[in-house]
């Protein structure tokens, strides 16, 4: 079955076109990861797809519907940030049921979810602290805590890691593909470290100047690259 179809996705902002006719299939439970550049249009096509920004022509389709017109919330998707975009005032748990509670689920179901996600992260003894009284990593935990207490179809990463220090970043990065396995979840991530696309993805979407230049796995694009731009940015030999 497909989780996402993205089909001839346009995107511009004025009069600057950002996305260029992207179509693209991901199967359910694929880890797809999208790499490029800075500027190439790799958060604005997760924000297409999450409904934080509206194509300008194109359809986007999770399991099957065609949701264009489909407010962020109603997506089934849920999406993590660089930046983790957690509430300084709230404890780790309220932080983690916020958006339960917005979505009015009974109480023990948000309790059990929660409790849940907690264990998956290791964050069960850190549930009644602030933020600011976490480390870099345990937020960044937090924030992915926070998706997945909601059971989406469809996770969205924009480079969860890039605030992460070297250590952290591949601890981190071992735990995302652990709980790609544990969840079987879909997962879209965005990244411009070679590394991490190199062993997280079942499949690379490698994006140049708002086009796909080139999609396939992590051994086709390292040893049969389209183009030079494909092989430099996936380390292969020249
Ligand atoms: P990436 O995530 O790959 O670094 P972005 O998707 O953030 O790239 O940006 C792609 C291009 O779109 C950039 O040129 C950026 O300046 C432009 N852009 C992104 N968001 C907006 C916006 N809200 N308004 C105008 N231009 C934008
Ligand atoms: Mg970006």
Do not use: W
Request: hydrophobic share 45%; aromatic share 6%; proline share 5%.
């Amino acid at each position: 079955m497909t989780a996402l179809t993205l089909s001839h996705v346009y995107k511009s902002f004025g009069k600057v076109e950002v996305l260029k006719d992207i179509s693209l299939d991901v199967d359910v439970g694929e880890f797809v990861v999208f790499v490029g550049p800075s500027g190439c249009g790799k958060s604005t096509l997760l924000r297409v797809i999450a409904g934080l920004e509206d194509a300008t022509s194109g359809e986007i389709r999770i399991a099957g519907d065609v949701v264009n017109r489909t407010p962020p919330a109603k997506r089934g998707i849920a999406m993590v940030f660089q930046s983790y975009a957690l509430y300084p005032h709230l404890t780790v748990r309220d932080n983690m049921a916020l958006a339960l509670k917005q979505e009015r689920q009974p109480k023990d179901v948000i309790a059990d979810r929660v409790a849940e996600a907690a264990r998956m992260l290791n964050l069960g003894d850190y549930l009644d602290r602030r933020p600011a009284e976490l480390s870099g990593g345990q937020r960044q935990r937090v924030a992915i805590g926070r998706a997945i207490v909601r059971q989406p179809k469809l996770f969205l990463f924009d480079e969860p890691l890039s605030n992460l220090d070297a250590a952290l970043r591949m601890n981190t990065r071992i735990e995302i593909a652990n709980l790609h396995k544990t969840l079987g979840a879909t997962m879209i991530y965005v990244t411009h470290d070679q590394t991490e696309a190199m062993t997280l993805a079942d499949k690379i979407v490698v994006l140049r100047d708002g086009r796909i230049e080139q999609v396939g796995s992590p051994m086709d694009l390292y040893n049969n690259p389209a183009n030079q731009f494909v092989a430099g940015f996936l380390g292969a030999p020249s």
